[in-house]
């Protein structure tokens, strides 16, 4: 079954307004739901802030007052979808929980598309990033066990292992060395565009989540540790927004970014478990072929080319939500020392690479690090959730006893 959302009719704009009762959509159960609808819900929010901003950037550079009027229009739709979409969250949920699902979105939604991904440069950057979003992962939920006396598998559910990846301490890189070459847009496959796009958005959600709410929590490791893995999204944004070609025009960025809405919401209303919200991923993917339907006569007009032309004529293959473990583990034994040297990777820790940890350590140990020493003085034993055996790196196994 091929769909070309090109070749689709949508809702057309005029009638995809909603009303407060339509907007009102029922929350997921916060004790059954699979996590991976709590994924897959925090992974199209990020995607609709992104719709959203960057169709605020492009209005900011657009000087003709009927675009920017027609561009108001989407971007009102997306806003309303961005509300629809993040409500379905449950309320219940703490800052930290929230976190750690946000961590989970990085871990397995990064390590499917490091496995799809078709370019080996691009590919590289995503298995390097999953590394760094797993170990983020470890120290949250070592966090969450000492302040909220919960265990992080109430909330990943066996789905996601929870063990060290490569150090949270050493990720803080040298700016410089966080630029990747981006894909050549004439010849990248759209697939890889795509990819490029939906991890991106993802990292920035993320980064901007920390921002707000690292300082909600009064306990000083809390404080510390969201402003060190903070300033580690930070460089995740650097690093992935670096791989898409800065040489796209403003209306091919536009298509590219209408054309992935519709790709991840007809993957989720392929693969979501949960009928209520399959609903709202399906109501949804028919608003996006009419943005895609207006980004595209744009194209037209400005680009001056076909959209045939720069997307794929088919959706590629649904981008899904599922356990990586294997995967991860063999990205671990083999990857764990990597660190970024220019726009390259290389396994030793470099001048540059030294001078920047010694200056933001300050002769001290990494909130990161930290964590983990505390929590195993108040709860006895560091937490880990390994469900496939032992750790891959015989280094980071622990004696239980
Ligand atoms: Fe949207
Ligand atoms: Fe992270
Ligand atoms: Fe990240
Ligand atoms: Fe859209």
């Not at 397995?108 to 995503?126: F, G, H, N, S």
């Amino acid at each position: 079954m091929t769909f070309n959302p090109l070749r689709e009719r949508g809702i057309p704009l005029d009638r995809q307004l909603r009303n407060w009762r339509e907007l009102n959509v029922t929350p997921i159960d916060p004790d059954h739901a699979d996590p991976y609808t709590r994924c897959r819900i925090i992974a199209m929010n990020g995607i609709e802030v992104e719709a959203i901003m960057f169709s605020h950037q492009l209005a900011r550079h657009c000087p003709d007052l009927e675009i920017k009027q027609q561009l108001a229009g989407v971007r009102y739709i997306e806003a309303q979808q961005q509300k629809a979409v993040n409500w379905l969250l449950p309320g219940l949920a703490s800052v930290l929980e929230t976190t750690i699902a946000y961590e989970q979105v990085a871990v397995d939604l990064t390590a499917w598309v490091a496995r799809m991904e078709p370019d080996p440069y691009l590919k590289q950057a995503y298995q390097f990033g999953v590394l760094e979003d797993f170990d983020h992962l470890y120290r949250y939920a070592n966090l969450y066990e000492m302040i909220e006396h919960r265990k992080a598998e109430k909330i990943v559910d066996d789905l996601t292992e929870v063990m060290p990846g490569r150090p949270t301490y050493l990720h803080h890189r040298h700016p410089t060395d966080n630029v990747r070459e981006p894909y050549d847009r004439s010849g990248a496959q759209p697939i890889s565009k795509l990819h490029a796009l939906t991890i991106m958005a993802a990292e920035q959600q993320t980064m901007n989540f920390y921002m707000n709410v690292g300082p909600t929590y009064m306990e000083p490791i809390a404080r510390q540790l969201y402003q060190e893995i903070g300033l580690i999204e930070e460089e995740h944004v650097t690093h992935y927004e670096s791989l898409v070609d800065p040489g796209e025009s403003w209306w091919e960025m536009l298509l590219n970014h209408e054309y992935n809405e519709c790709y991840l919401y007809h993957s989720f209303m392929e693969t979501e478990s949960d009928p209520k919200v399959k609903a709202v991923w399906e109501l949804h993917l028919n608003m996006e072929l009419e943005h895609l339907r207006l980004a595209a006569e744009l194209f037209k007009r400005h680009d001056g080319r076909d959209p045939e032309q720069v997307l794929a004529p088919e959706l590629p293959a649904p981008v899904t939500f599922e356990p990586n473990k294997g995967y991860l583990r063999e990205l671990i034994a083999t990857q764990i020392d990597y660190t970024t040297l220019g726009t390259g990777y290389v396994q030793e820790a470099h001048e540059r690479f030294e001078r920047m940890q010694e200056a933001l350590m300050g002769g001290e140990k990494a909130p990161s690090e930290q964590v983990i020493t505390d929590n195993v003085h108040k709860s006895g034993e560091e937490y880990r959730l390994e469900t496939e055996g032992p750790h891959p790196m015989g280094s980071l196994r622990v004696d239980r006893h």
